[in-house]
């Protein structure tokens, strides 16, 4: 059988198109790729404080107790607030000099350094205590979908989903911005968050705002697992497409 010129013509248009419809029907919608996609012009109403970070076992803390007699204040400041931190054990406590082990696991910054300062004026040891606490290992980690997954310490104790994914190098192409997961881990319990950053509900979500040792995770678009998990090497597709091309341009010289 014979081809036409225009029937080898479209036969070949065809063959050099059909790689290019295949990897289309595969991409993201680009209107997925735009943070903040459904945000209007104006104020967005937000409740969502700082949160305060429970502590938890191998935490490591700068504690500095101070008065208005430093002598006096300069014996808690010894083996509790050394030069590498006082690091929380696994019972959960930390030691303090002459007030021996505080409980510390599972409380804020905050709450820990009002344990520490009524213990100190019940025990009649001090005088208007001013305790500070920080934490020495603040830090987040992201994986997945990024340009760069890093571990990102944090000395302001202070960082914001948006913050940590640009230090990360921003999103890629293939992650998936409306479902990002957030692992965090409370009172030796692993609790799940989801944002969608999409959303202007992201500036009221309660992990707006990362914790210590928070793990963020973006997953992959689905086009991407379907690339990654198929069976048939990518090495097969362009074969056949150069076979094919190779077959049309036969075809027309044989005409």
């Not at 209007?40 to 409740?47: D, H, L, P, S």
């Not at 076992?57 to 430093?70: G, K, T, V």
């Not at 000395?155 to 948006?162: A, T």
């Amino acid at each position: 059988m014979r081809i036409s010129t225009s029937q080898g013509k479209g036969f070949l248009l065809t063959i050099f198109l059909f790689p290019l419809l295949m990897v289309s029907c595969s991409t993201m919608n680009p209107i997925d790729a735009v943070y903040f996609n459904t945000l209007t012009e104006g104020k967005v109403a937000t409740n969502t404080p700082i949160p305060e970070s429970l502590i938890q076992s191998n935490d490591l803390l700068s504690i500095s107790i101070n008065s208005l007699n430093p002598t006096a204040s300069a014996m808690f400041n010894t083996t509790a607030t050394s030069a590498s931190g006082t690091l929380v054990g696994s019972d959960g406590n930390i030691y303090i000099p002459i007030l021996g082990n505080v409980k510390a696991i599972g409380v804020t910054k905050s709450q820990l350094a009002a344990t520490i300062t009524k213990e100190l004026l019940d025990k009649k040891l001090l005088i208007d205590p001013i305790v500070t606490i920080r934490f020495l290992n603040f830090r987040v980690t992201v994986l997945g979908e990024v340009n760069n997954p890093t571990v990102i310490p944090v000395p302001s104790e202070k960082i914001s989903l948006m913050e940590a994914i640009g230090v990360a190098g921003d999103l890629t192409f293939d992650a998936k911005r409306k479902n990002v997961l957030i692992i965090r881990e409370e009172s030796g319990q692993k609790i799940i968050g989801r944002i969608d950053l999409n959303s202007n509900e992201i500036f009221s979500s309660p992990y707006y705002y990362l914790k210590a040792n928070d793990i963020v995770y973006v997953e992959p678009q689905q086009s991407k697992i379907k690339q990654t998990t198929s069976r048939t090497p990518a090495w097969v597709g362009l074969a056949l497409t150069g076979v094919g091309i190779l077959f049309s341009v036969v075809t027309l010289i044989l005409r």
